[in-house]
């Protein structure tokens, strides 16, 4: 770290990642919840994969559209 400093030393060690996990769980649980409601595995799973997808819609429905301006 010392050698390559804070910043570089996050990129190449894959540190920022961490916190990128984190806020995705901190998203599920306070949009889906804390707990599965299903009780069998593989209903778990399909709960799961359903929550999933409906963040992922939120999120790309929440990005805006960026536009490269003609010089």
């Known amino acids: ?3 390559l400093g804070r910043r570089e030393w996050k990129k190449v060690s894959g540190y920022h990642r961490q916190g990128t996990v984190e806020n995705a769980f901190f ?12 009780r069998h595995p593989k209903s778990q799973r399909v ?3 359903v929550a999933c997808n409906a963040l992922n819609k939120m999120f ?3 990005q805006p559209v960026s536009k490269a301006i003609a010089s």
């Not at 998203?27 to 299903?38: H, M, N, P, T, V």
């Open 27 to 38: 998203r599920y649980k306070s949009i889906i919840g804390d707990r599965l409601r299903a």
């Open 47 to 49: 709960e799961v994969v």
């Open 60 to 62: 790309d429905l929440g």
């Open 1 to 3: 770290m010392k050698k």
